[in-house]
């Protein structure tokens, strides 16, 4: 059976709507892995690599913060991923959110709260410029991306567009409903699957 990773935004975890939408879209056809990111980049990357490592799986799929993380691994691991509504400046997204937060969902750790300070967006602002270092031309079909036309957090199709081939529009906002995530997210991973 097919592997997928799917790695979420910020303020999710892998108990967000989409990681579950993912789930239940797949079961039987393909087994979704949807684990809780750290907050940190560079050890969320670690973690990521590692994972990316053991499990070997056929795809990745992110959202947001999620597709940032996406990108990297598909250049250094040579996975094919599809990138849904990347936020390719999250210091700059996180710098206007100084303070304490909740999570949208819930983490299997339960720890709910977080706090984003300076030396957390300057963490991400470093890895910001280096994102597209490992970038390989070879690759540039294998990585796909699906932007919301009502999304008002991440405007980054063009800049993904200097980078890679394939765009894709959906009706929809940053974070995509159980049905977005049914009706366009699946069908494009259903596709890279047996294309890629």
Known sequence: M??????????ASGQCVPAVALREAFAGKADVLTPDLPM???????????LTDSEKP?????NSCGAFYAQMIASTRQLPALLGNPHFQ????LSQRIGQHEYKSPRKDGNQSFVIDEALVGEFAALEA???DNWNPLFRDHVWGLFGEQDTLAHFEQLFLQYYSHSFHFPGGHTP????????YVP???KMLMEL
């Open 2 to 11: 097919k592997k997928i990773l799917f790695l979420h935004g910020f303020y």
């Open 177 to 184: 409903t159980d049905d977005e995530v049914r009706n366009w």
């Open 130 to 132: 280096t994102q597209f």
């Open 40 to 50: 940190h980049p560079n050890e969320a990357l670690a973690f990521i690599h590692e």
């Open 188 to 190: 494009l991973a259903e």
């Open 58 to 62: 056929d795809l990745l799929i992110g």
């Open 90 to 93: 999250m210091s700059e997204f």
